[in-house]
């Protein structure tokens, strides 16, 4: 069994603000957002766990062993350094979908994302240090085989990235839709995926849905630790295994035999 804490961060009132008192220029927003994602970032990963951009007004993180108490210094630290806030909605469930559902209603019920009377809501359901350490976070290393050999070096660089995005496309749906996993491109030709307890074979047919589907080939270093960070550092030792071994699906551990089907 794995439990996921799951915290999305949304900025309040974005859109409006965007385009008050006029429409703002769009690097200056681009370097906002790059500089608010980089020093929540750093917050949560000094803190044992993972966020990830989606649209950059959004943002999913990650964060077994977060308390209360440091999403607040977060929201605090935030509004003293930018002329834009956040809210904070958290939950727990055993698959990281449906705890990234459970965070997304808790903000959803405080109001619109763009109600300028929704400022800095914290809602939700936290862990503590007990349950984190009986049920570990599974983190997931997918990398495309041999990405630079067959894009970076044959390829212009936007067609390169192409055939990484439908790569990523393709793993993300499947994952979500089949295990209820939530999945993230990272740079270069990484993605990592926040699982819950997945069997080896279960890796490898998502590994051979992508193949089908856009051609790209994949493998996979998977990590189960306390924290999202202590198992991803787990998943690249795993996946650096699959390099030496030259095999796709490989754990920092034996795998937990479990049910693959997300219900």
């Known amino acids: 069994m794995t439990t996921t804490q799951s915290t999305l961060v949304q900025l309040d009132n974005y859109g409006p603000w965007t385009v008050t008192p006029e429409p703002r220029r769009e690097m200056d927003l681009q370097t906002l957002q790059s500089r608010l994602f980089a020093d929540i970032a750093q917050f949560i990963g000094g803190r044992g766990g993972y966020v990830f951009h989606t649209r950059f007004d959004n943002m999913i993180a990650v964060t077994n062993g977060i308390n209360r108490e440091a999403?607040?210094?977060?929201?605090?630290?935030i509004s003293n350094r930018y002329p834009v806030t956040i809210s904070l909605g958290v939950?727990?469930?055993?698959t990281p979908a449906d705890a990234l559902q459970g965070a997304t209603e808790q903000i959803q019920a405080a109001g619109s994302a763009q109600d300028e009377n929704r400022t800095e809501v914290l809602a939700?359901?936290?862990l503590d240090g007990r349950s984190v350490d009986q049920e570990p976070v599974h983190i997931a290393h997918f990398d495309?085989?041999?990405?630079?050999?067959?894009?970076?070096d044959q390829l212009n660089e936007f067609d390169s990235f192409?055939?990484?995005e439908r790569s990523y496309a393709s793993l993300m749906?499947?994952?979500?839709k089949t295990h209820g996993a939530l999945s993230f491109f990272v740079g270069g030709d990484n993605m990592i995926a926040v699982c819950p307890?997945?069997?080896a074979e279960a890796y490898q047919d998502a590994i051979d849905n992508v193949e089908r589907d856009v051609g790209v080939e994949l493998k996979v270093?998977?990590?189960r630790d306390s924290t999202a960070h202590k198992a991803g550092i787990a998943a690249k030792h795993a996946l650096e295994a699959c390099r030496s071994h030259g095999t796709t699906v490989e754990f920092s551990e034996p795998p937990v035999s479990t049910s693959d089907d997300y219900r």
Do not use: C, P
């Open 144 to 152: 495309v085989n041999d990405a630079t050999g067959k894009y970076t």
């Open 71 to 77: 999403h607040t210094t977060l929201q605090e630290s």
């Open 124 to 126: 939700g359901e936290f």
């Open 173 to 176: 749906e499947y994952m979500r």
């Open 221 to 223: 270093g998977v990590g």
């Open 197 to 199: 307890e997945l069997s």
């Open 162 to 164: 192409i055939q990484i």
């Open 91 to 94: 939950d727990i469930a055993e």
